[in-house]
Every structure is written in C-alpha cells, then in structure tokens.
C-alpha cells in the first residue's frame, strides 16, 4: 500500500529551504500532498497576514512540481480536520515547526518525522521578509 506524506506550512516566500523541505517529505513515501496554510489562519496564529495571498502561495508550491497534491487548508480554527481527511502515513515537519497541540493523539498511528535544515542562517521566510521591509 502507498506511504502518504504529509506537510504542511505558510510558504510565504518561497525560498531553496521551502524546496529542500518537501523534497526530504516526498523522499519518505509514494505521495506527498502538501496543505498550505489559509490566509485567516496564519493571521491568527502568526499576528500577522502573510505578504502573499493564499492561492498566490500554493500555486507557488504546486509548480515546484515536488507534491502530487497542494491544497490549500481548511478555514477555522480546527487545524487538524484537514490531518485526519488527508489521512497520512507520516506527517513530515520543518525544523522550526511546532507540533500542533493534540497531533499525537488525533493520528496515534501516524509517524510524524522532523527533517533537516537547509541554511536555516539564510534560508527563512522571516529573513526575506525583514530584508525586504529595509528596502522600502
């Protein structure tokens, strides 16, 4: 039976570490499906909205070409109903992701696997963006 990966993330500024990340996620299993993160969603959870609009982000991640699936989340502060649709093998999550509260218990037969850093020192959304903000 196929392994489906899943991961999940804002992906704002799509960036070599964003690459590096679902490539290590699709080499564990037969399917990757990727679920970017909902406008609303980032807001809450970030404080902040994201500097690109959520079909702008997963059209981004969709033509990498890496996942067989890109979809965008569900709206509403139950983020783990789109985990438990999707159904996954192994949920793979960036060095720098939390794991959401009640992911272990919600998918007690899911592997959830951390992966490895790409250049974290200038690879990271959060550098883009302030480098970005100097400039203006």
């Known amino acids: 039976m196929p392994k489906r990966v899943?991961?999940?993330g804002t992906f704002d500024y799509l960036h070599p570490g964003h690459e590096s990340f679902l490539k290590q996620a699709a080499?564990?299993?037969?399917?990757?499906?990727?679920v970017v993160a909902r406008d609303e969603n980032v807001k809450r959870l970030k404080g902040r909205?994201?500097?690109?609009?959520?079909?702008v982000r997963r059209a981004r991640v969709e033509g990498l070409g890496i996942a067989q699936k890109v979809q965008l989340?569900?709206?509403?502060?139950?983020?783990?109903?789109?985990?438990r649709d999707l159904a996954p093998d192994i949920i793979?999550?960036?060095?720098?992701?939390?794991r959401p509260p009640g992911l272990e218990s919600a998918l007690s037969s899911c592997?959830?696997?951390?992966?490895?850093?790409?250049?974290?020192?200038?690879?990271?959304s959060s550098f883009i963006r302030k480098q970005r903000m100097e400039k203006e």
């Open 73 to 83: 989340g569900y709206a509403g502060k139950n983020l783990l109903q789109v985990v």
């Open 49 to 55: 909205s994201p500097d690109h609009k959520e079909e």
């Open 111 to 124: 592997e959830i696997i951390v992966l490895d850093p790409h250049h974290p020192e200038r690879f990271k």
């Open 6 to 8: 899943l991961c999940c």
């Open 92 to 98: 793979a999550l960036g060095y720098d992701q939390g």
């Open 27 to 34: 080499r564990l299993g037969d399917e990757l499906v990727v």
